[in-house]
């Protein structure tokens, strides 16, 4: 049985070794959370581009990597796949159109398909670029644990999200 101390203790450590580390985490990634379109736009030499894609929210950028993925495709699909409203994917394929990153094609009046234009693609192989390095970088940081030690740190995360 545990003691009032030892429960303390853990409490202590939980706040000093976790929950701070955590909310700076946290708050990184809330202040850099544009950090990828800004990473794509170092990485074109485009300057019209570059422009563009400072337009671009975190989730417009999502939708385009998933567009690359499924075109050409309806927006039946897209919400399918990202689990999005139409309402939501309408408004991002709308913008993403008006920007130049996607084209709009009505084979027939009851279909209309959505494919990535050149500039389109041209972001989203940068995008990609980028993924592969931070996974060598995640891959780097979770190669010095074990796998009950993840599925420790996991649980914990788990357990953390639902409780708050």
Known sequence: ???????LEKLAFYKRNIENPLINIINTRA???????QWIQLHLSNRDLQ???????????????????????????????????IGVV????????????VN???PDEKTELFQLT???SQVVETQNQLSVLLDQQHARLVEKYTPEELDTVAAFLKDLQQGH
Request: net charge positive; aromatic share 4%.
């Open 104 to 106: 709009r094609k009505h």
């Open 90 to 101: 309408t408004k991002h394929l709308n913008k993403l159109s008006r920007l130049g990153f």
């Open 31 to 37: 202040q850099d959370n544009n950090f990828e379109r």
């Open 51 to 85: 422009y563009a894609i400072s337009q671009l929210s975190t989730l417009n950028l999502r939708v385009l990597q998933q567009l690359a993925e499924i075109e050409p495709a309806t927006s039946a699909q897209l919400i399918s796949a990202l689990d999005l409203t």
């Open 118 to 120: 050149p500039a389109g």
């Open 1 to 7: 049985m545990k003691t009032r101390d030892e429960s």
